[in-house]
C-alpha cells in the first residue's frame, strides 16, 4: 500500500511537486511590503522631521506612493510622489504563478483520480504536454520581466534617490539622511523561485513527453527506418489491391491508391483515367 502510494505521488504523477514552488512564487512576491525612512534636517529645526517614513507594497505603483516632506519655510509642508509603477510586470509574474499553482493541482487530481480519462484517446496527455510547455515559456518570461522590475524598484525606493525627489534636500544648508532602505530578502526569493519554477516545469516537459507516448512512436520508426518511407502506404494498398481487383489490376490499385496520397485534390480522375 505505501509502495502504491510512492508510485502514484513520485514515479507516477509528473506535477506533484510543482505546485509547492509556485505557492512560494505568488506568496513571496503578492504578499510583500516594505518601508524606507528618511530624514530633513531644516537649518530652522524647528520645521524638521527627522524621521519619515515611506511605506510601499505589491503591485509596486510607486506613482501612487506619496509622503509629505517639510520644506524647510516655516511649518509649510509638501507631497512627494515616488516614481514608476512596476504593476504590470509584478502582477504578470504573480497571475502566472497562481495560474501554475492551480494548474498543477489539478493536474495532479486528474493524475491520481482519474487515471482512465487522462490516458483516454491520450488527450490528457496531449493537453498537459502542451500547457506544460506553455507554462514553462511564462514562467521564464514573467521571472524575467519581474527580475527586471525589481531591479528598477529598488532603485526608485533608494533612500539616496528618494532624497532627491525632496526639494528642501537641493538647498545646501538642510542636511538629509537616509535612515534605513526597505528589505529586498522577499522579493529577491520571489525571483530565484521564478527561475527554478522555470527549471522544474521545463524539466517536467520531458516527464509529460514520456506520458504522450510520443516517443515510443518515434523510437518504433527510427527503428524500421527502411520501410518507413511508403511501407505502410503501400501495404495498405498491396492489400486492397488484392482484396478488390485481382491479377493485372494489382499495379494499377497501386498506382491508384498511392497517387491518392501523393495528389491530393484529383485521386478520382487520375484512377479513372487508368
Ligand atoms: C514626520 O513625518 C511623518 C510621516 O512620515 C509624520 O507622521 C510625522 O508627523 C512628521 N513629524 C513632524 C514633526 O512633522
Redesign the pocket.
Known sequence: MDQLMQKLSFEMCPNSSLHLFAIFAFATCGGYSGQLRVSVDCMEKASS?L????DFAYPFRLHQVS??A?VCEGIRRERVFLIGDYSSSAEFFVTIAVFAFLYSLMATIVYIFFQNKYRENNRGPLIDFIVTVVFSFLWLVSSSAWAKALSDVKVATDPDEVQLLISACKVQTNKCDSLHGPRWSGLNTSVVFGFLNFVLWAGNIWFVFKETGWHKGASRLAGGASEKQSGTFTQQSYNQGSFDQSGSYNTQGNLGQLSEYSQVGGPTSYSNQM
Open positions: 522631521n524621521s519619515i517614513g515611506i509622503f509629505e517639510p
